[in-house]
């Protein structure tokens, strides 16, 4: 067993605290998830909403599907909102910097797929120049999925949302988008990786980096079709 006697005290007892925090975070993050989990339709008032969300799933048949969102409490330390996304909706590929969110789908499904940047970073050509991301979540969610959680350099920081039939979810967000603090939303395209591209030959990605599903995500603005109503929530309230 190796001792760690030659640490300095001071040293020790900071990765001591260290240790501390991280557990104190993980209970933390492991409470807020399984609260989260247990969130149904009926705690944030959307049962209520069904009409109009029958509504908007009819507007979007016509023209481009507007997505809702209803924030239910924000501070500076958390934000929770409710989307919801009608018939053919797309949340298109965006980030969540230095943010950690917890997510629930409410009601119907949604395909999500979710990126996290390659370590150590590695970019390609264009202005802005394109990076090299891992594809971590490619999956369906439904209202009977658990709750899930990304963090700000994993499980899917960067996502998309894609909705055939339509879907309401929660998010939990923490700390909240807030500009003036470097947390604006960015959004992003994926283009396909190919390993004979010469960024990505010069890349020095390990045989094991090569085999992962990797894509390279470029910023781009805010995609012109993308229309989100903001509305006042009147559901229960909860704090
Ligand atoms: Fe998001």
């Known amino acids: 067993m190796i001792s760690s006697s030659w640490i300095p005290p001071q040293i020790r007892s900071c990765g001591g605290m260290f240790v501390l925090i991280s ?8 409470h807020v ?8 339709p009926h705690d944030v008032g959307l049962m209520d909403d069904l009409d109009y969300f029958h509504r908007m799933n009819a507007a979007a048949r016509q023209t481009p ?10 501070c500076s330390n958390f934000t929770i909102a409710v989307f919801f996304l009608p018939q053919r909706a797309v949340m298109p590929l965006h980030d ?8 629930k789908v409410l009601i119907g499904s949604t395909h999500v797929e979710a990126y996290d940047w390659l370590r150590p970073r590695v970019s390609g050509q ?13 999956h369906n969610v439904t209202a009977a999925s658990d709750a899930w959680v990304l963090f700000p350099d994993t499980g899917g ?5 894609v909705v055939d039939g339509h879907c309401a979810f929660l998010d939990v967000l923490t700390p909240p988008y807030a500009p003036a603090e470097q947390r604006s ?7 396909p990786y190919d390993e004979l591209d010469p960024c990505a030959v010069s890349s020095g990605l390990t045989e094991a980096q090569r085999r992962r599903q990797l894509a390279w995500l470029r910023e781009v603005p805010q995609p012109k079709d993308l229309r989100i109503a903001n509305l006042p929530y009147q559901g229960p309230k909860i704090f």
């Open 157 to 161: 920081n960067m996502h998309r949302f």
């Open 126 to 138: 264009g202005s802005p120049a394109a990076m090299l991301a891992e594809k971590v979540l490619d």
């Open 65 to 74: 599907p507007i997505i809702t969102c209803k924030t239910i409490y924000s």
């Open 185 to 191: 939303c960015t959004y992003y395209e994926d283009l």
């Open 33 to 40: 998830h399984d609260i989260t989990g247990r969130i149904g």
């Open 23 to 30: 557990h104190i975070i993980g209970v933390i993050v492991g």
């Open 96 to 103: 969540h910097p230095g943010m950690t969110v917890f997510s």
